[in-house]
């Protein structure tokens, strides 16, 4: 398909094959991510990361994916979308073929890093392309379908990289991108159109060098917090200020500005960002718990892990198709609120979880956080993508990516860092007048996993103390032995109980900060939203406008974009 979308004078025809696609594209960056968290254990293992290591092999991918997307989108924009989505998949590939032949730590934290970047390129082009090939009248049902992908990820993610753990290493999470990302690349030049904008201002390079840096900036300090306010994060958080200030000024002095600021008084376009961010906020921060209390608590594996997950994903198809119902019927404020207010509930259902609480006790949480992010995220996501012109789809759908981002990486850094905390102090007073070392209880407060770790080392020793016993050569010695192991065995299940009960209060506890936080975000994005959206619309309506190319309320409202182009 070489004929660009923007020529075409009737609706795309494959257009449902190339939504297949993207939707392929998107499932794999962000199981790029969900997968490394099962996969952690063993990497952590057979590469020997510490805690800080562990974490920029996650994050190394975070920085550059959230920090240079607004950019990318707009050379996207510019030049071609279609391009940017074929490069970024070159590029994603090329990083994941390195992950998987290295065998250290800044091996891996550079090939996830440049795995990053590829899905910087990927992610708004998928955006962007799908808006500018689907008419106005089946763009809403196209958005949410990516939108069910996205959510989808969160749970497929565990799924997939449980089931190539079982027989394989932790190499195959990044060798299984290859063939799906060869498929991709074939179906983006056999079904995908060329797409760019029709008339565009040259690229404010200025401004995305400066978008690049605070994002990035602030990435970075989030990262760092949970760790303390040292030099690191102080730097960071100056740096992301300054950087943040910067770009301000610049774009609302610029003539052509990357991000046009301005469109942030359109009370729809801020109040739909806000609700990314802060269902993000909770969704990344509780699927970073979750999964370490399903594994480590309730002691299942990887796999199992992912399957258990299953209900969240199955959950987020049936909210979907619900918002798709919905939406047209009672607005998109109505089902955005109404998805803040289930995920507020499901959080406070996890309230409830004790060292008691069995799996049965998180299927009516997960199911209830699945409909919501259904529920809530295709009008959000609708609402900030219709906010840009054509030109701009790109750059729209950068906005609304780099909300997702922002959003999971504050989660994980308030979250992540209070769960951190709570389990710490919470295990302090489990093990209070114990006998255990205090070397042992030092590294064990670090996290639950190491808390495990502590507690089957003294239960090994416990048992090679045992097995001398069985062979000592006299009596009294044997005894001696064998008090020791017992005392032991005592302190391994002592600390085995305490890291479980620890981390399941700390669960608890932060479950009910991320309702609190959602509960209030809820009211607030209940003030922001205007009473009756005005994007997003797909009643007959619509279906007279023209097929091809984005309408939006903002090209209906100039005062709005500033100077005029």
Same mark, same amino acid.
């Given at each position: ?34 997968? #490394?968290?099962? =996969? ?44 940017? #989505? ?8 090329? *990083?994941?073929?390195?992950?998987? #032949? ?10 996830? =890093? ?45 799924? $997939?990289? *449980? ?6 290493? @932790? ?10 990302? =060869? ?30 840096? @605070? ?13 303390? @306010? ?17 770009? $301000? ?93 289930? &995920?507020?509930?499901? #959080? ?37 993508? &219709? ?28 979250? *992540? ?78 600390? =085995? ?25 809820? $009211? ?24 091809? &190319? ?16």
């Amino acid at each position: 398909m070489n004929e660009p979308v923007e020529r075409l004078d009737r609706p795309y025809a494959q257009r449902w094959w190339a939504l297949g696609v993207l939707c392929l594209s998107l499932l794999m960056i962000l199981m790029a991510n969900t997968a #490394l968290t099962v =996969a952690a254990p063993s990497m952590t293992q057979d590469l020997g990361l510490s805690s800080t290591g562990l974490q920029w092999v996650i994050d190394g991918y975070t920085v550059p994916y959230a920090a240079l997307m607004l950019l990318f989108a707009a050379i996207g924009d510019k030049y071609s979308r279609r391009g940017a #989505l074929v490069l970024g998949l070159v590029i994603f590939g090329a *990083g994941a073929i390195s992950g998987s #032949l290295v065998d250290s730590a800044a091996g891996v934290i550079t090939a996830r =890093a440049a795995m990053g970047v590829g899905a910087a390129l990927i992610m708004p082009a998928t955006l962007s392309l799908l808006v500018a090939t689907f008419p106005r009248a089946e763009r809403a049902k196209a958005i949410t379908l990516w939108s069910a992908t996205a959510g989808f990820a969160i749970a497929a993610g565990p799924l $997939v990289a *449980g089931t190539l753990l079982k027989s394989d290493s @932790w190499q195959s999470t990044f060798l299984i991108n290859i063939p799906v990302i =060869a498929l991709a690349i074939v179906g983006a030049f056999a079904v995908v159109p060329p797409s760019k904008a029709t008339h565009i201002d040259r690229i404010d390079y200025v401004g995305g060098l400066l978008s690049v840096v @605070w994002i990035a900036a602030l990435v970075f300090t989030l990262i760092e917090v949970p760790h303390g @306010w040292n030099a690191q994060s102080i730097t960071g958080a100056g740096v992301a200020g300054a950087g943040l200030s910067a770009f $301000v000024l610049w774009e609302l002095r610029h003539p052509y500005p990357l991000l046009n600021l301005r469109r942030f008084a359109d009370r729809a376009f801020t109040g739909s960002n806000v609700a990314v961010v802060l269902f993000y906020l909770v969704v990344f921060g509780a699927f970073f718990y979750l999964t370490q209390h399903l594994q480590f608590v309730l002691r299942f594996d990887a796999f199992e892990t992912g399957v258990r997950m299953l209900p969240l994903a199955g959950a987020v198809f049936v909210g979907s198709a619900l918002t798709g119902y919905l939406t047209p019927r009672v607005g998109m404020k109505a089902t955005i609120l109404a998805g803040m207010a289930g &995920g507020t509930a499901a #959080l406070a259902l996890l309230t409830q979880v004790d060292t008691s609480s069995s799996y049965g006790d998180f299927v009516a949480p997960l199911i209830i956080l699945g409909l919501s992010i259904g529920l809530a995220l295709s009008p959000c996501t609708d609402a900030i993508v &219709g906010a840009f012109p054509e030109k701009e789809l790109g750059v729209g759908s950068a906005v609304n990516d780099t909300s997702t981002e922002l959003g999971g990486a504050i989660g994980i850094a308030i979250l *992540g860092s209070l769960l951190s905390t709570s389990y710490s102090s919470n295990l302090s007073d489990a093990t209070a007048g114990s006998k255990l070392p205090a070397e042992g209880l030092s590294q064990a407060q670090e996290s639950v996993g190491a808390g495990y770790g502590v507690a089957e080392g003294i239960g090994d020793h416990a048992r090679k103390l045992a097995e001398e016993a069985a062979n000592a050569g006299s009596t009294e010695h044997a005894a001696q032995l064998k008090a020791q192991a017992s005392e032991l065995a005592h302190g391994a299940h002592q600390m =085995a109980h305490a890291a479980s009960s620890s981390f399941a209060d700390a669960v608890a506890h932060t479950s009910l900060v991320g309702a609190v936080i959602l509960g209030v975000g809820t $009211v607030a994005v209940a003030l922001l939203l205007p009473g009756k959206s005005r994007t997003a619309k797909t009643g007959p309506d619509t279906a007279a406008e023209p097929e091809t &190319g984005a309408s939006t309320t903002l090209e209906k409202e100039p005062e709005l974009l500033g100077p005029k182009r």
